[in-house]
């Protein structure tokens, strides 16, 4: 009987000991946020500013700003969620951020295995006027992530964070900065829920 008990007390205990482990195993220790911008003039750079200062308000999270052509294959491939920025160039993302998403093939060889699959995206984009193309340049880049078979997601505005920065505009105001603040919370809340539940 004192035998029987002790075998039961032993094995409540390997087992207590076995499903901590493995929940300690699932619990992740940290989220990483890659935050790739192109900016010839700033604007789009105080934008990403913003999305680093939001995305590092989530406990946990580590944040990695690049400018696009900076970004390496282990920063693509390490990050959880990437958010790209881009000014407006004739209504569409810039030449710059178009060969960064290009270069995901040529450089980082990101298909036919999509490498990228699941990762969370998001986009923000600055534009000298009013109603000139930044909701098409974040569109395009999220459609470049669908492409890529990643998880999209908004915050701060429908299709992510915007600023218009010309005519009468001050550059990137306290709204514009908060919705680029918005973005990076939201960005990562997603990818810490994301990888809690893988
Ligand atoms: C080649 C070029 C094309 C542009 N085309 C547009 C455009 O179609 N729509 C728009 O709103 N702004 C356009 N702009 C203005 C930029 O989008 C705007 O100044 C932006 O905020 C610049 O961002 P940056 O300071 O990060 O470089 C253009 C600027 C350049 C240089």
Same mark, same amino acid.
Do not use: C
């Given at each position: 009987?004192?035998?029987?008990? /002790?075998? *039961?007390?032993?094995?409540?205990? /390997?087992?207590?000991? &076995? ?12 989220? #990483?946020?890659?935050?790739?911008? $192109?900016?010839?003039? *700033? $604007? #789009?750079? +105080?934008?990403?500013? *913003?999305?680093?200062? *939001?995305? @590092?308000?989530?406990?946990?999270? +580590?944040?990695? /700003?690049?400018?696009? =052509? ?36 040529? +450089? ?10 699941? +990762?969370?995206?998001? %986009?923000? %984009? ?15 880049? /999220? @459609? @470049? ?10 915050? =701060? ?5 915007? %600023? #218009? #920065? ?18 990076? @919370? ?5 990818? &810490? ?6």
């Amino acid at each position: 009987m004192r035998q029987a008990f /002790l075998i *039961g007390f032993l094995l409540a205990g /390997l087992l207590a000991g &076995w499903m901590g482990a493995a929940s300690a195993a699932e619990a992740p220790a940290s989220v #990483t946020v890659l935050v790739a911008y $192109h900016s010839a003039t *700033g $604007h #789009t750079e +105080k934008m990403a500013q *913003g999305v680093v200062e *939001g995305a @590092a308000r989530i406990p946990g999270t +580590k944040v990695v /700003l690049k400018r696009v =052509g900076d970004v390496a294959a282990g920063d693509l491939f390490s990050a959880d969620a990437v958010v790209v920025g881009s000014p407006v160039y004739w209504s569409n993302m810039s030449g710059d951020v178009k060969k960064f998403f290009d270069d995901w093939q040529f +450089k980082f060889g990101v298909f036919p295995e999509f490498k990228m699959r699941n +990762k969370v995206g998001a %986009a923000f %984009a600055t534009g000298g006027q009013v109603s000139s193309g930044k909701e098409v340049t974040m569109l395009t880049i /999220l @459609a @470049a992530m669908l492409g890529n078979q990643m998880i999209v997601v908004s915050g =701060g505005g429908a299709f992510g964070a915007s %600023a #218009t #920065t010309e005519g009468d505009s001050p550059g990137i105001d306290d709204k514009e900065l908060a919705s680029a603040k918005e973005l990076g @919370a939201r960005v990562a809340e997603v990818a &810490w829920m994301i990888k809690r539940g893988r």
